[in-house]
DNA sequence: AGCCATGCACCG
DNA sequence: CGGTGCATGGCT
């Protein structure tokens, strides 16, 4: 995981964000069976919407071409902590190619807080 | 201390 | 018997 410093960048599909974080895809991010991805902790908290318990909640996501995507955001109680998931993502895996060692990053839309993953 | 990659029990 | 939902353990 690699944080990334503030700064305002254009995507080719013409919207301004902000890059949040990048994280290089583990054998188990890229696995189609499983379809989930591990969102490191403190950028969960940081950047994605806040969970008020164990359950998931419905979030869109853009690529960086635009396109929307549904996935779901959770966390899974770990013993005295949290880990933090995105999951449902096959279909983006699948059309992304996805393979471990890839790096995804995440972006902000500004203004506001709607994410882009690419 | 505790994250996070992955193991794995168990539920349908 | 494939996936969910959490546990385990290597690592820092």
Same mark, same amino acid.
């Given at each position: 995981?690699?944080?990334?410093?503030?700064?305002?960048?254009?995507?080719?599909?013409?919207?301004? @964000?902000?890059?949040?974080?990048?994280?290089?895809?583990?054998?188990?991010?890229?696995?189609?069976?499983?379809?989930?991805? @591990?969102? #490191?902790?403190?950028?969960?908290?940081?950047?994605?919407?806040?969970?008020?318990?164990?359950?998931?909640? #419905?979030?869109?996501?853009?690529?960086?071409?635009?396109?929307?995507?549904?996935?779901?955001?959770?966390?899974? #109680?770990?013993?005295?902590?949290?880990?933090? @998931?995105?999951?449902?993502?096959?279909?983006?895996? @699948?059309?992304?190619?996805?393979?471990?060692?890839?790096?995804?990053?995440?972006?902000?839309?500004?203004?506001?807080?709607?994410?882009?993953?690419?």
């Amino acid at each position: 995981m690699i944080d990334i410093l503030c700064s305002l960048t254009y995507l080719s599909c013409g919207r301004v @964000v902000t890059p949040l974080f990048q994280k290089l895809l583990s054998a188990s991010d890229a696995d189609l069976t499983l379809s989930r991805l @591990v969102i #490191p902790k403190k950028c969960a908290e940081a950047y994605f919407p806040r969970l008020s318990g164990p359950h998931k909640i #419905p979030i869109n996501i853009l690529d960086t071409d635009g396109k929307e995507w549904n996935f779901h955001f959770r966390f899974w #109680p770990n013993s005295r902590s949290k880990m933090y @998931v995105l999951e449902g993502l096959r279909d983006y895996m @699948v059309s992304k190619k996805w393979q471990a060692g890839d790096v995804v990053t995440f972006y902000r839309i500004e203004p506001g807080q709607k994410l882009v993953m690419g």
